[in-house]
């Protein structure tokens, strides 16, 4: 993917959605509908460096590369102590991917998964205020509680 296809992606969502109402996510009616297929991508990305010795792929856009870094930490303890210094957008993505880690946490031991909970609720917190009418910050909730 390059640059041209990242803005290719923004401007169609942007100026040509097929009806008014589809350039924006439905819940909120501001988010804007791109936002969706940019989380997705940094979140497929961040995993592979997390769980791969592969470099990122060079094509990829300079934004997207920060992105992808901006989410990838070396370990839990640094994530959790750096998170709060990065945009709001990527610490909405990041509790896209605790909450995906949540929902698979029986590998988890007790004292890992009550960390993994700790720390999910501050984010949580934290992201419902910039974004709450987001499904992820309601989901969330209800599985923290």
Same mark, same amino acid.
């Given at each position: 993917?390059?640059?041209?296809? *990242?803005?290719?992606? *923004? ?26 297929? =940019?989380?997705?991508? &940094? =979140? ?11 470099? =990122? ?6 934004? &997207? &590369?920060?992105?992808?870094?901006? $989410? ?10 750096? *998170? ?23 590998? $988890? ?37």
């Amino acid at each position: 993917m390059e640059q041209k296809d *990242i803005e290719y992606i *923004i401007r169609a969502h942007d100026l040509f959605p097929v009806k008014p109402s589809k350039a924006f996510r439905k819940h909120d009616g501001k988010t804007p509908s791109y936002t969706h297929s =940019l989380w997705c991508l &940094i =979140l497929l990305y961040h995993d592979l460096l997390e769980d791969t010795t592969l470099p =990122l792929p060079d094509w990829l856009p300079n934004d &997207i &590369i920060r992105g992808i870094n901006d $989410m990838t930490f070396e370990s839990f303890t640094k994530e959790t102590k750096l *998170i709060f210094r990065k945009n709001k957008e990527i610490r909405l993505f990041k509790l896209y991917d605790k909450v995906n880690n949540l929902m698979d946490s029986s590998w $988890m031991s007790i004292e890992k998964k009550l960390a993994y909970n700790r720390y999910t609720e501050i984010l949580y917190q934290e992201v419902s205020t910039n974004f709450p009418k987001l499904n992820i910050t309601k989901f969330a909730k209800s599985i923290l509680c």
